[in-house]
């Protein structure tokens, strides 16, 4: 399975973004896909989640400026980033959990930069 990410900038404080991953290669079906991300110096952090009907969760730093959503028919899920702020500079990484044969199994992106100027 492999995730391919895309759609990270450079952007002024204030100002948008949208990520998108798409995935392929042999899965059964994808569960829970999300975004994370990981800042210089700090842990990697959940971003957002959602699940195949629909349910998404939410870092309480993100609420209410990104919103996540997905695409099952394409395999894809974006997520959608308004009122940047300095602090959201990071690399952003898509993941998904894809059922395999027997199993299901977690899988990530390559990263794409996100830089929020002040």
């Known amino acids: 399975v492999q995730l391919q990410a895309s759609g990270g900038g450079l952007v002024q404080a204030g100002g948008s973004l949208r990520l998108s991953c798409a995935a392929s290669?042999?899965?059964?079906?994808?569960?829970?896909m999300g975004w994370y991300r990981q800042a210089p110096g700090k842990p990697r952090e959940l971003v957002a989640t959602?699940?195949?009907?629909?349910?998404?969760n939410y870092a309480d730093s993100v609420k209410g400026r990104f919103t996540i959503s997905r695409d099952n028919a394409k395999n894809t899920v974006s997520l959608e980033m308004d009122s940047l702020k300095p602090e959201d500079t990071a690399i952003y990484y898509c993941?998904?959990?894809?059922?395999?044969?027997?199993?299901?199994?977690?899988?990530w992106g390559q990263g794409t930069l996100v830089t929020v100027s002040s």
């Open positions: 290669g042999s899965f059964l079906r994808l569960n829970v």
């Open positions: 993941n998904a959990d894809a059922r395999l044969e027997f199993r299901s199994y977690p899988f």
């Open positions: 959602i699940t195949s009907s629909g349910s998404s």
